[in-house]
């Protein structure tokens, strides 16, 4: 049972353009919603991340979008660079002191020049 | 201030050798947790440790023993492993109250 389904599996971009990344889940108890950001060779970061409560969370180039009624979120890049090229996982959790994160399978993003 | 730290870097097994993958954090963190990492799977929860002295099955943990020796650190066991372990693997900590998760670099292992 997949918890939170990411598409696309990949996205290619050009240099100043909008990506976008979904993501959806299936439990309703998830309360937290990041976004992370690997690139080759390292672990992930958190880059961002949203709770229920608001629909929209700006920093940056970077905002989450979070639809709480259809269990959906998503993540724009504005203005896309070179230097972004990586793969994004969205991620819920909940839980409490005994929380952990589901992630998605990962988006492979690549900005051309 | 390293965050988390894994050892070793690179690993090479025959199929049904043993090993354990080290994990500390210098970050006072409460809770670590061990994922691997395989193509187009995303990353999969292996076993956490919510707290000193609790150790807690995730979504892949057949194959795996883990060890919570102190707050610092988190160890992964291997008792026998097999091809299909071969994979990367990530230690993460967090901290209770923020939700961040902080990963370290990775070990990347195979098994042949």
């Known amino acids: 049972q997949q918890q939170v389904k990411q598409s696309p599996q990949s996205l290619i971009v050009q240099k100043g353009g909008i990506s976008i990344i979904n993501c959806a889940y299936e439990n309703t108890a998830f309360d937290y919603f990041p976004w992370y950001q690997q690139f080759p060779g390292k672990g992930p970061a958190l880059l961002i991340a949203?709770?229920?409560?608001?629909s929209e969370k700006k920093e940056g180039r970077f905002t989450i979008s979070f639809n709480k009624s259809a269990k959906q979120f998503s993540l724009h890049i504005m203005d896309s660079q070179p230097g972004d090229s990586a793969t994004y996982f969205c991620a819920a959790a909940s839980g409490g002191s005994n929380y952990k994160l589901t992630f998605g399978k990962g988006t492979l993003l690549t900005v051309n020049p | 201030n390293a965050g988390v730290t894994q050892t070793p870097k690179f690993q090479v097994l025959k199929t049904g050798q043993s090993m354990t993958l080290q994990c500390a954090q210098d970050m006072n963190h409460n809770s670590m947790y061990w994922y691997r990492q395989d193509p187009g799977m995303g990353l999969r929860l292996i076993y956490y440790?919510?707290?000193?002295?609790?150790?807690d099955k995730g979504e892949v943990p057949n194959g795996y023993n883990v060890s919570r020796l102190n707050k610092r650190e988190f160890s992964l066991r291997l008792e026998s492993a097999a091809p299909s372990q071969t994979s990367v693997y990530f230690c993460a900590s967090r901290r209770w109250g923020p939700d961040t998760q902080y990963f370290g670099p990775g070990t990347r292992l195979t098994v042949l």
């Open positions: 949203i709770r229920p409560d608001v």
């Open positions: 440790s919510a707290s000193e002295g609790t150790t």
